[in-house]
Nanobody
Framework: QVQLVESGGGSVQAGGSLRLSCAASGSTGITDFMGWFRQAPGKEREGIAA????????IYADSVKGRFTISIDNAKYTVYLQMNSLKPEDTGMYYC???????????????????WGQGTQVTVSS
């Protein structure tokens, strides 16, 4: 089993940046995809970025494309989410998730992932 621990959340003003980290431990060798999801108050959890753990295949939700970047450091078993030009609507709890192989159309779907971290809060003020 894989365990995931997120960090790096916080409060920032609109236009600012944050970098989230997701440290993986355990059976990391069976993980093919890692993703970032977020959940705003009163809304469903949505997928915003994902990649293949080999370092390719980055995919983004339209709402974050061009502002957020997902990357991986396999030596540290850590996935990052660099978030730039933050907006108040980016506020929410951010979760890291892991899965085995996922076909391309499903890589931002919550149901495609079976291991989740505890989440880290991001608050963007205007």
């Amino acid at each position: 089993q894989v365990q995931l621990v997120e960090s790096g959340g916080g409060s920032v003003q609109a236009g600012g940046s944050l970098r989230l980290s997701c440290a993986a431990s355990g059976s990391t060798g069976i993980t093919d995809f890692m993703g970032w999801f977020r959940q705003a108050p009163g809304k469903e959890r949505e997928g915003i970025a994902a990649l293949y753990t080999g370092g390719s295949g980055q995919i983004y939700a339209d709402s974050v494309k061009g502002r957020f970047t997902i990357s991986i450091d396999n030596a540290k078993y850590t996935v990052y989410l660099q978030m730039n030009s933050l907006k108040p609507e980016d506020t929410g709890m951010y979760y890291c998730a892991a899965a085995g192989w996922i076909p391309t159309p499903r890589r931002l779907e919550r149901g495609a992932y079976d291991v989740w971290g505890q989440g880290t809060q991001v608050t963007v003020s205007s």
